[in-house]
């Protein structure tokens, strides 16, 4: 994947617009300051960032003015990973960063977040009305006894009510964890009982598709089956009355109280994320207050370039990693737009509708909203005002080159597409969004600053232009202090670190062009092998899904007894599609001429469905494990999948080829 010297970029940015960018303010800043190099652009400055990983996290915290109320002692103490330490010696507090803005008199009316909800309409609060909430509501858990490193857990949809609780939360110490009410009982359990939370804060329901969806019983359930709970507080989104024992939202944040942040260590814990788990429990995984503060202001300030004069809409919900990083936008000053509803209600345009309602100049989304989007022939540019939007940031998947071209010809030819790629484990983006550089179709522009991000062949060989392994090799701020109840460590090492010994390996594969732009594959744990070529399963889907009669595939490679390989591909039609002969060769044919022949599925199968992770991903390693023969109670998780009953399909299948 060497790219043509020829090649022209799809989106180029401007001479007025790389000079106003704060990454190049920064660099001019940091080579005054810091010994950073003054020429040469985004791809001096990052060989800079991590050849002097240290000094390059001090001029972060220096240019972003971090609050340290004790000074560190050194930038990196312990450089090994995993144990990586940062910082030493430094106390702050995140919240008191978030909630910066509010201080400056000029700024206190203007909206801190925008809260938009399936009847589209604006909800503002203030950045003087949601600091005095966080102070309201963080002497309240104070009285409640919540002490520094307790958990607070949210059963909460993207609502405003969720970011004052989590502020509350870091303000005091606390360690903040969440999930979405669509969410059931079992998956909730799954993941709030491994951290023994000793406050819940719950809706009575949401409502989602243009229906209400109630959540008492699930609640109820919640209280019971967390008996380190000592509070629950009740949020009534539905309008229903607080149940017996739990505390009313109202009451808690009435008070015109000043926020006390706790000054706590900066490896002290923000949150616990959680993995999919789909083969098992969650991951629970703990970061820092200050890791994610650093790792944070760069990559929203920097890479995405947010400011005070910006409106970041990211659609997410409050159980994936998106959430905690659109929270985070508060850091700069921006506001944060909460959109809580459908995806595609009452339409498929209804994020659009969203960024131009609220004026969002960064808007991200999904690569499968792009793609289902121009599969369902819309027309955004042309329907809605998006001339406020700068960005268009994608994640949850690799976005096909045809995204990226349906995103410029159908919402501006002058569009910034920024295909970001990271993880819930480090809750940021290993490569994607630079302001400064060109976009060139299906490729994220380049790794992040302070990201010794590589592509490795088995050895640990570096590669240039082939498909390896995404490694990093030296330490970042936002890598996990460690796994809840992992007391040896031993658990956090083995899913990172067993393959190549201090260096991290993510599970994805990569290409890192000879521009030093990269290609995401898909992941490398469920890795295609035909004939001794590793190839992502991503690839398979961009080209299959760009027919019109497909609306979602999943292709697994399985080795077999005898030596063989199967490599079957199942395809959930469009609405009045038939898999006949025709439509298999057309698929095969798509395969054959868009990747390789090697490429080619041994079958094509028809499903009633593709199951997900609750966070929308396919999940191919559990069908894999199904088609090995392997029980479905030991395949997967299932609190973990959107639609368990889809798995049956591939159980049976199982079965009848034994």
């Known amino acids: 994947m060497t790219s043509a010297a020829d090649e022209a970029p799809l989106w180029q940015p401007g001479p007025d617009r790389v000079a106003a960018a704060a990454v190049t303010r920064f660099q001019s800043w940091a080579a005054e300051h810091h010994g950073a190099p003054a020429e040469g652009g985004y791809a001096s400055l990052h060989r800079w960032s991590v050849d002097e990983l240290d000094t390059f996290w001090k001029a972060v915290a220096e240019w972003f003015d971090v609050r340290f109320s004790t000074p560190y002692e050194q930038v990196i103490g312990d450089r090994s990973m995993p144990g990586a330490t940062w910082f ?26 925008l809260h938009v909800d399936e009847s589209h309409t604006q909800a503002p609060t203030s950045w003087s009305e949601l600091r005095r909430q966080v102070g309201s509501l963080a002497a309240e858990l104070r009285a409640l006894g919540v002490a520094p490193g307790d958990r607070v857990s949210g059963y909460l949809p993207n609502i405003p009510q969720a970011v004052v609780a989590f502020l509350a939360t870091a303000a005091v110490g606390g360690i903040w964890t969440s999930c979405a009410p669509d969410f059931g009982a079992r998956s909730v359990l799954d993941r709030f009982q491994q951290v023994e939370p000793v406050v819940l804060f719950t809706v009575d329901g949401y409502r989602y598709g243009g229906k209400e969806h109630h959540r008492a019983d699930t609640v109820a ?3 019971r089956e967390l008996p380190t709970l000592r509070a629950v507080v009740h949020i009534p989104l539905l309008g229903t009355e607080a149940p017996d024992g739990a505390l009313d939202w109202a009451a808690l944040t009435a008070a015109d109280t000043e926020p006390v942040f706790e000054q706590v260590p900066f490896d002290h814990p923000l949150w616990v994320l959680y993995s999919s788990g789909t083969t098992g ?15 944070h202001l760069k990559q929203l300030g920097l890479h995405c370039d947010l400011g005070p004069e910006d409106r970041f809409f990211w659609y997410t919900s409050t159980g994936w990693m998106m959430w905690n990083f659109l929270v985070s936008g508060l850091l700069t000053g921006a506001t944060v737009v909460l959109y809580d509803g459908s995806p595609g209600y009452p339409d498929i345009s209804a994020q659009w509708r969203v960024a131009e309602q609220t004026g969002a100049t960064l808007y991200g989304t999904s690569a499968a909203y792009v793609m289902a989007c121009r599969k369902a022939g819309i027309h955004p540019g042309r329907d809605f005002d998006l001339s406020r939007v700068q960005c268009v940031a994608t994640t949850g998947s690799p976005l096909p080159p045809d995204g990226f071209r349906w995103l410029h010809d159908e919402v501006a030819d002058d569009l910034w597409i920024a295909s970001v790629s990271g993880g819930t484990d480090v809750c940021s983006c290993f490569a994607g969004a630079v302001p400064t550089l060109p976009v060139h179709i299906g490729e994220l522009q380049a790794a992040s600053l302070g990201t010794d991000l590589h592509s490795w062949d088995p050895a640990g060989e570096p590669l240039t232009g082939e498909v390896g392994e995404l490694v990093v090799t030296k330490p970042m701020p936002s890598m996990p202090v460690r796994f809840w109840n992992d007391p040896d460590g031993s658990r956090y090492h083995d899913s990172y670190f067993d393959v190549y010994p201090g260096v991290w390996r993510h599970g994805d594969w990569i290409t890192i062009t000879d521009r030093g732009s990269v290609v995401i594959h898909g992941r490398s744990d469920s890795t295609l092998n035909r004939q001794g070529v590793r190839m992502g399963s991503a690839d398979i889907y961009e080209a299959v899904e760009r027919l019109p009669e497909i609306r979602e595939s999943l292709v697994i490679g399985l080795e077999e007894p005898d030596g063989g390989y199967w490599m079957p591909l199942f395809v959930h039609l469009a609405e009045g599609a038939t898999l006949d002969d025709a439509l298999r060769d057309s698929i095969k044919r798509t395969i054959r001429e868009n990747l390789s022949p090697r490429h080619v599925p041994d079958e094509v199968i028809e499903v009633p469905g593709i199951p997900h992770t609750l966070t929308g991903k396919r999940i191919e390693v559990p069908v894999k494990r199904l088609l090995q023969g392997t029980a479905l109670e030991k395949a997967v998780n299932p609190g973990s999948i959107d639609n368990l009953e889809l798995l049956h399909f591939y159980e049976k299948l199982a079965r009848e080829r034994r």
């Open 221 to 223: 359930e919640l209280r």
């Open 88 to 113: 030493t010696g430094a106390t702050l507090n995140y919240a008191e960063h978030a909630l910066r803005a509010s201080e400056d008199p000029l700024r206190a009316d203007a909206p801190a977040l």
């Open 281 to 295: 429990l969650p991951k629970a995984i703990v970061q820092s207050q200050g890791g994610i503060l650093v790792e």
